[in-house]
T-cell receptor
Protein backbone atom coordinates (compact mmCIF):
# COMPACT_ATOMS: atom_id res chain seq x y z
CA UNK A 1 0.00 0.00 0.00
CA UNK A 2 1.03 3.61 -0.49
CA UNK A 3 3.03 5.01 2.37
CA UNK A 4 4.37 8.50 3.11
CA UNK A 5 6.81 8.99 5.97
CA UNK A 6 7.77 12.22 7.64
CA UNK A 7 9.84 12.72 10.80
CA UNK A 8 7.38 11.75 13.50
CA UNK A 9 9.33 13.45 16.26
CA UNK A 10 9.45 17.19 16.70
CA UNK A 11 12.39 18.95 15.10
CA UNK A 12 14.08 21.60 17.23
CA UNK A 13 16.18 24.16 15.39
CA UNK A 14 17.91 27.28 16.64
CA UNK A 15 16.78 30.57 15.17
CA UNK A 16 18.83 31.61 12.17
CA UNK A 17 19.77 28.06 11.21
CA UNK A 18 18.43 26.07 8.26
CA UNK A 19 15.66 23.61 9.03
CA UNK A 20 15.48 20.53 6.80
CA UNK A 21 12.39 18.32 6.76
CA UNK A 22 12.20 14.96 5.01
CA UNK A 23 9.37 13.26 3.15
CA UNK A 24 9.86 9.68 1.95
CA UNK A 25 7.31 7.62 0.07
CA UNK A 26 6.89 4.03 -1.10
CA UNK A 27 4.58 2.25 -3.52
CA UNK A 28 3.73 5.51 -5.19
CA UNK A 29 4.62 7.29 -8.43
CA UNK A 30 3.47 10.85 -7.85
CA UNK A 31 3.19 13.34 -10.66
CA UNK A 32 3.80 16.16 -8.21
CA UNK A 33 4.41 16.87 -4.55
CA UNK A 34 3.17 19.74 -2.41
CA UNK A 35 4.19 21.09 0.97
CA UNK A 36 1.73 22.66 3.40
CA UNK A 37 2.04 24.40 6.73
CA UNK A 38 -0.50 23.81 9.48
CA UNK A 39 -0.85 25.84 12.67
CA UNK A 40 -2.82 24.52 15.68
CA UNK A 41 -6.57 24.76 15.18
CA UNK A 42 -6.28 25.81 11.55
CA UNK A 43 -6.44 24.24 8.13
CA UNK A 44 -3.28 23.52 6.11
CA UNK A 45 -1.87 26.38 4.04
CA UNK A 46 -0.14 25.74 0.72
CA UNK A 47 3.56 26.57 0.44
CA UNK A 48 5.14 25.00 -2.64
CA UNK A 49 4.46 22.56 -5.47
CA UNK A 50 7.14 20.63 -7.33
CA UNK A 51 6.54 18.34 -10.29
CA UNK A 52 8.20 15.00 -11.03
CA UNK A 53 10.36 16.49 -13.78
CA UNK A 54 11.65 19.27 -11.50
CA UNK A 55 14.61 18.81 -9.20
CA UNK A 56 14.31 21.94 -7.11
CA UNK A 57 11.92 24.81 -6.40
CA UNK A 58 12.49 27.97 -4.38
CA UNK A 59 10.26 30.60 -2.86
CA UNK A 60 11.81 33.27 -0.67
CA UNK A 61 13.41 31.38 2.27
CA UNK A 62 11.90 28.07 1.23
CA UNK A 63 13.46 25.40 -0.97
CA UNK A 64 12.09 22.03 -2.00
CA UNK A 65 13.88 19.19 -3.74
CA UNK A 66 12.29 16.16 -5.34
CA UNK A 67 14.23 12.97 -6.09
CA UNK A 68 12.00 10.39 -7.78
CA UNK A 69 14.81 7.82 -7.74
CA UNK A 70 15.23 8.03 -3.97
CA UNK A 71 11.48 8.61 -3.60
CA UNK A 72 12.22 11.55 -1.36
CA UNK A 73 11.56 15.24 -1.00
CA UNK A 74 13.50 17.61 1.22
CA UNK A 75 12.01 20.88 2.47
CA UNK A 76 14.40 23.58 3.65
CA UNK A 77 13.72 26.79 5.55
CA UNK A 78 16.76 29.05 5.60
CA UNK A 79 17.36 31.75 8.21
CA UNK A 80 14.63 30.16 10.34
CA UNK A 81 12.52 32.31 12.66
CA UNK A 82 10.33 31.45 15.66
CA UNK A 83 7.32 32.35 13.48
CA UNK A 84 8.22 29.37 11.27
CA UNK A 85 7.27 27.03 14.12
CA UNK A 86 4.39 24.87 12.89
CA UNK A 87 3.59 21.42 11.53
CA UNK A 88 4.68 20.87 7.94
CA UNK A 89 2.87 18.35 5.76
CA UNK A 90 3.99 16.85 2.50
CA UNK A 91 1.35 15.66 0.06
CA UNK A 92 1.53 13.63 -3.12
CA UNK A 93 -0.70 13.89 -6.18
CA UNK A 94 -1.19 11.40 -8.97
CA UNK A 95 -1.95 13.95 -11.65
CA UNK A 96 -4.19 13.38 -14.64
CA UNK A 97 -6.66 16.05 -13.61
CA UNK A 98 -7.88 17.59 -10.39
CA UNK A 99 -7.23 14.98 -7.79
CA UNK A 100 -7.12 14.57 -4.07
CA UNK A 101 -3.84 14.56 -2.23
CA UNK A 102 -2.29 11.83 -0.11
CA UNK A 103 -0.76 13.47 2.96
CA UNK A 104 2.01 12.48 5.30
CA UNK A 105 1.35 12.88 9.02
CA UNK A 106 3.57 15.92 9.22
CA UNK A 107 6.63 17.07 11.10
CA UNK A 108 6.32 19.48 14.02
CA UNK A 109 9.03 22.12 13.68
CA UNK A 110 10.07 24.26 16.64
CA UNK A 111 12.37 27.23 16.09
CA UNK A 112 13.96 28.28 19.33
CA UNK A 113 15.01 31.90 19.82
CA UNK B 1 -12.28 36.82 -0.72
CA UNK B 2 -13.58 35.09 2.40
CA UNK B 3 -11.80 31.84 1.63
CA UNK B 4 -13.38 28.43 2.08
CA UNK B 5 -16.20 28.59 4.59
CA UNK B 6 -17.21 25.64 6.74
CA UNK B 7 -20.02 25.26 9.22
CA UNK B 8 -20.44 24.46 11.96
CA UNK B 9 -16.98 25.01 13.44
CA UNK B 10 -17.72 22.64 16.29
CA UNK B 11 -20.28 19.88 16.56
CA UNK B 12 -20.97 17.66 19.53
CA UNK B 13 -23.53 14.94 19.05
CA UNK B 14 -24.54 11.61 20.45
CA UNK B 15 -23.92 8.27 18.84
CA UNK B 16 -26.61 7.39 16.35
CA UNK B 17 -27.49 10.95 15.42
CA UNK B 18 -27.23 12.36 11.92
CA UNK B 19 -24.52 14.95 11.34
CA UNK B 20 -24.31 17.32 8.39
CA UNK B 21 -21.21 19.35 7.66
CA UNK B 22 -21.33 22.21 5.19
CA UNK B 23 -18.81 23.84 2.90
CA UNK B 24 -18.77 26.84 0.62
CA UNK B 25 -15.74 26.79 -1.71
CA UNK B 26 -13.95 29.83 -3.04
CA UNK B 27 -15.93 31.38 -5.86
CA UNK B 28 -14.65 30.27 -9.25
CA UNK B 29 -12.91 27.14 -7.99
CA UNK B 30 -14.00 24.03 -9.84
CA UNK B 31 -12.67 21.31 -7.54
CA UNK B 32 -13.78 20.54 -4.01
CA UNK B 33 -12.27 18.08 -1.55
CA UNK B 34 -13.35 16.65 1.80
CA UNK B 35 -10.63 15.47 4.21
CA UNK B 36 -10.65 14.06 7.72
CA UNK B 37 -7.82 14.57 10.23
CA UNK B 38 -7.08 12.53 13.36
CA UNK B 39 -3.95 12.13 15.42
CA UNK B 40 -3.74 8.44 14.56
CA UNK B 41 -4.33 8.55 10.82
CA UNK B 42 -3.36 12.10 9.90
CA UNK B 43 -5.12 13.90 7.07
CA UNK B 44 -7.09 11.56 4.81
CA UNK B 45 -8.96 12.28 1.61
CA UNK B 46 -12.59 11.21 1.78
CA UNK B 47 -14.03 12.36 -1.54
CA UNK B 48 -13.52 15.00 -4.19
CA UNK B 49 -15.67 16.68 -6.82
CA UNK B 50 -14.73 18.22 -10.13
CA UNK B 51 -17.28 20.63 -11.60
CA UNK B 52 -19.82 19.39 -9.02
CA UNK B 53 -19.39 15.74 -10.09
CA UNK B 54 -17.99 13.22 -7.59
CA UNK B 55 -14.77 11.84 -9.08
CA UNK B 56 -13.35 9.61 -6.37
CA UNK B 57 -15.14 8.53 -3.21
CA UNK B 58 -12.86 5.60 -2.41
CA UNK B 59 -11.80 7.30 0.80
CA UNK B 60 -15.30 7.38 2.24
CA UNK B 61 -15.02 4.94 5.14
CA UNK B 62 -18.49 3.42 5.08
CA UNK B 63 -21.97 3.70 3.67
CA UNK B 64 -22.78 5.84 6.68
CA UNK B 65 -20.90 8.64 4.95
CA UNK B 66 -22.34 10.51 1.97
CA UNK B 67 -21.42 13.75 0.22
CA UNK B 68 -23.23 15.97 -2.24
CA UNK B 69 -22.45 19.03 -4.27
CA UNK B 70 -25.73 20.37 -5.66
CA UNK B 71 -24.09 23.45 -7.14
CA UNK B 72 -20.72 25.12 -7.52
CA UNK B 73 -21.00 27.05 -4.28
CA UNK B 74 -22.14 24.44 -1.78
CA UNK B 75 -21.30 20.95 -0.59
CA UNK B 76 -22.38 18.77 2.31
CA UNK B 77 -20.87 15.78 4.06
CA UNK B 78 -23.39 13.71 5.98
CA UNK B 79 -22.82 10.97 8.54
CA UNK B 80 -25.81 8.84 9.42
CA UNK B 81 -25.74 7.27 11.94
CA UNK B 82 -22.71 8.78 13.63
CA UNK B 83 -20.35 6.74 15.81
CA UNK B 84 -17.67 7.76 18.36
CA UNK B 85 -14.92 6.69 15.94
CA UNK B 86 -16.08 9.39 13.54
CA UNK B 87 -14.77 12.02 15.96
CA UNK B 88 -12.20 14.06 14.03
CA UNK B 89 -11.63 17.39 12.34
CA UNK B 90 -13.22 17.50 8.91
CA UNK B 91 -11.72 19.85 6.36
CA UNK B 92 -13.11 21.08 3.09
CA UNK B 93 -10.71 22.42 0.45
CA UNK B 94 -11.11 23.86 -3.02
CA UNK B 95 -8.81 24.50 -5.95
CA UNK B 96 -8.98 26.51 -9.14
CA UNK B 97 -7.18 24.19 -11.49
CA UNK B 98 -6.18 20.60 -11.73
CA UNK B 99 -3.11 19.71 -9.69
CA UNK B 100 -3.07 23.19 -8.23
CA UNK B 101 -2.75 24.36 -4.69
CA UNK B 102 -5.65 23.58 -2.45
CA UNK B 103 -7.23 26.15 -0.17
CA UNK B 104 -8.45 24.67 3.08
CA UNK B 105 -11.28 25.84 5.26
CA UNK B 106 -10.93 26.20 9.04
CA UNK B 107 -12.39 22.74 9.61
CA UNK B 108 -15.27 21.32 11.64
CA UNK B 109 -14.32 19.62 14.88
CA UNK B 110 -16.78 16.76 15.34
CA UNK B 111 -17.18 14.96 18.64
CA UNK B 112 -19.49 11.95 18.80
CA UNK B 113 -20.26 10.86 22.34
Amino acid sequence: SQKIEQNSEALNIQEGKTATLTCNYTNYSPAYLQWYRQDPGRGPVFLLLIRENEKEKRKERLKVTFDTTLKQSLFHITASQPADSATYLCALGSGGGADGLTFGKGTHLIIQP
Amino acid sequence: DAGVIQSPRHEVTEMGQEVTLRCKPISGHNSLFWYRQTMMRGLELLIYFNNNVPIDDSGMPEDRFSAKMPNASFSTLKIQPSEPRDSAVYFCASSLMSEGEQFFGPGTRLTVL
